[in-house]
């Protein structure tokens, strides 16, 4: 091919291409330092079949998400389209390059804080000894655990229940149906004094 050949070939390949630039410059408006999508259709960022309004195949840095620009907007993460697998959750990472996953969404609904296991709805590990759940009331150092019915405290891998507290503010200790305001079922130790302002009671009573 020579020369004038060629450079008829590149004014041709400039005519077909030339409304296909402008085309695609026409779906894009730049407004100060904003640029906005003009047509109705998806942006797609890593991808040529975007099926949402942004969609995004790669990494992405974003500083700040906000769900909307008034006060009943909702902010929705969604790991997946459908139900999803066991393994599609939504990870929060904390830390240098985010190294480090704080919280850990699964796909169940249940909740993991600094752990990867699923054992629970809600489940909090700690990585040295030290406070691992605190709670404190608008900073007064005050604490409330509120239930409309029974309080369980359970322990060990069989969740094995260890504290019952009723709405009727009865406590049981090794029962979970106490009688009285203090109910403990098995043996106890003591190593202080016994105050009361009524009758002390052993054995059966009236």
């Known amino acids: 091919m020579n020369n004038k050949n060629l450079l008829t070939v590149l004014i041709v390949l400039c005519i077909l291409i030339a409304p296909l630039a402008v085309v695609q410059a026409e779906n894009w408006t730049l407004q100060g330092s904003n640029i906005y999508n003009n047509n109705a259709g998806n942006v797609g960022i890593g991808t040529t079949g975007p099926s949402s309004l942004l969609e995004v195949n790669g990494t992405a840095t974003i500083p700040q998400i906000t769900g909307g620009t008034n006060a009943a907007s909702t902010l929705t993460l969604q790991s997946t389209s459908g139900n ?37 709805n809600f489940y909090v590990s700690a990585d040295t000894a030290g406070t691992q ?14 239930t409309t019915n029974t309080l369980h405290l359970r322990t060990t891998a069989s969740f094995t229940e260890r504290i019952t507290l009723l709405s009727s503010g009865n406590v049981g200790i090794g029962t979970t149906t106490p009688t009285q305001t203090l109910d403990v079922v098995g043996n106890f130790k003591l190593s202080g004094s016994i105050v009361s302002d009524g009758d002390i009671c052993i054995g059966t009573c009236p």
């Not at 939504?90 to 990867?116: A, D, E, P, Q, W």
């Not at 605190?134 to 409330?144: A, K, T």
């Open 84 to 120: 999803g697998a066991a393994g599609a959750a939504i990870l929060f990472k904390v830390g240098n390059n985010g190294n480090k996953t704080s919280i850990r969404v699964f796909n169940n609904g249940h909740v993991s804080i600094n752990n990867s296991v699923d054992i629970g």
């Open 133 to 146: 759940l605190l709670f404190d009331y608008n900073g007064s150092g005050d604490s409330y655990i509120d």
